[in-house]
């Protein structure tokens, strides 16, 4: 009996592209600066080693993972943050992540994960026991800067790129993503957070306190070490609202 030929690369796409194959397609300018150079070489060579093709329906996206090895996920914030040098070496790759993260958009109220409605996702793990779905707290979306974070990095790629493509093919989903930044600040007009809040139980509400940067639960503290009052309305997230609606206005204005 003639046996069957099984790859484990049959649910790859065709277009596939290796790390290696990707980092080297890039043009990477050079400033004469020798430990600079290197430098930017070094976090390209990190960048590929993290590069993932992340399942969305009947396709893959590239996308980029942090917190490996110990807790793999696409995470929003870092994703945006690197997207900010990464559209001028390859937008492409930009424009995939940022496709993948709007198809994560929050479709439901679900108050341990922090899902809302239009909310851009934090966390999406993609670990096994996450897959298996036995963390029912994770995929998540507590942090309160990833949403107006998206909202900068789409705004940027198509200002710095000029393709349109992008807002007219996903408009409904940015829709959903601007209009739920906007009406969740508060009475002041500030992006603010209570990660405090306790179950009919008693136990914590959230796996963390903290719903901005840092968002680990002694991210941020008092000078002498104690929790501050919460809400907090921290200045990186007011910054992170405000580019986002500069960002915006700068693509009107260019019309």
Not at 158 to 175: A, F, P, Y
Request: charge should be negative.
């Amino acid at each position: 009996e003639k046996g069957v030929e099984i790859s484990v690369f049959d649910d790859f796409p065709d277009e596939f592209i290796s790390p290696s194959i990707w980092m080297h397609s890039l043009r990477i300018p050079e400033t004469g600066d020798r430990d600079y150079d290197r430098a930017i070489v070094r976090s390209i060579e990190s960048l590929a080693k993290l590069m993932i093709y992340a399942p969305d329906r009947n396709r893959h996206l590239r996308s980029l993972v942090a917190g490996y090895p110990v807790f793999p996920s696409i995470f929003g914030r870092d994703s945006d943050i690197t997207n900010m040098g990464l559209v001028y070496l390859d937008s492409q790759l930009v424009k995939e992540n940022l496709e993948f993260r709007l198809s994560k958009l929050g479709r439901r109220y679900d108050l341990p994960r922090a899902e809302e409605p239009g909310r851009a996702i934090h966390e999406y793990n993609i670990d096994e026991l996450t897959s298996a779905g036995l963390m029912n707290q994770f995929p998540n979306y507590i942090g309160c800067d990833e949403s107006p974070l998206l909202g900068i990095s789409i705004a940027r790629y198509v200002r710095i790129t000029g393709d349109t493509s992008l807002i007219k093919d996903q408009k409904e989903k940015i829709r959903h993503l601007i209009d739920y930044v906007l009406n969740s600040t508060d009475s002041n007009g500030f992006i603010s957070f209570k990660g405090d809040l306790k179950d009919k139980d008693g136990k914590p509400l959230y796996f963390t306190r903290n719903h901005t940067w840092r968002d680990s639960d002694n991210g941020v503290l008092n000078p002498d070490g104690s929790y501050p009052e919460q809400p907090l309305r921290t200045l990186w997230d007011q910054s992170a609202l405000y580019g986002m609606l500069v960002e915006f206005l700068r693509i009107i204005r260019s019309k």
